[in-house]
């Protein structure tokens, strides 16, 4: 058993979710392959999105889900498999996306189903992504009246983007 590329690939996919979250996007384009295949679909988008390549992954990201969204990505439950430089993986995870223009609060969970390849940089990168959806819960924050929204990371970081 490979132990060291084990503890790589669950760093990996923890800087996904962290620089997603934190909108760092020239790093959160790095934990990418250049040929990665992503799908996603929620409830809340309707028709799965697919993405052949970096560039249009990290660029949908970016441009979606800007400063004015807020979002928590949490996994857990790595099961992970090496096989030389390649390895599979499935997460457990945890969402929450809150969108005060629109006035909504989405939390939903699922499985991530991934690929990875560790590259000739020595570097360990997603080359496919996708999910499997058990929930998601939508809630208007018109119906919470006393629901107030503080974010304090982009009131430390003005000039993320």
């Known amino acids: 058993m490979d132990l060291a590329a084990l503890e790589e690939i669950r760093q990996l996919k923890y800087r996904y979710f962290r620089t997603l979250d934190l909108k760092q996007w020239d790093e959160f384009a790095d934990t990418l392959a250049v040929d990665v295949v992503a799908e996603y679909g929620t409830h809340a988008l309707a028709d799965p999105l697919v993405f052949d390549g970096r560039e249009a992954l990290a660029g949908f990201m970016s441009q979606t889900l800007g400063t004015s969204i807020t979002t928590v990505h949490v996994a857990s439950h790595p099961e992970i498999t090496v096989d030389g430089e390649t390895a599979t993986g499935s ?40 999910y499997q959806r058990i929930y998601e819960s939508l809630v208007s924050l018109d119906d919470v009246p006393s629901h107030q929204f503080l974010s304090h990371m982009w009131a430390a970081r003005p000039n993320a983007s």
Do not use: H, Q
């Not at 699922?110 to 560790?118: E, N, P």
């Open 91 to 130: 997460w457990c995870f945890e969402d929450t996306v809150i969108v005060p223009d629109a006035k909504s609060l989405i939390r939903g969970a699922g499985y991530y189903a991934d690929g990875y390849r560790r590259d000739e940089d020595g570097r360990w990168r997603i080359t496919r992504t996708s």
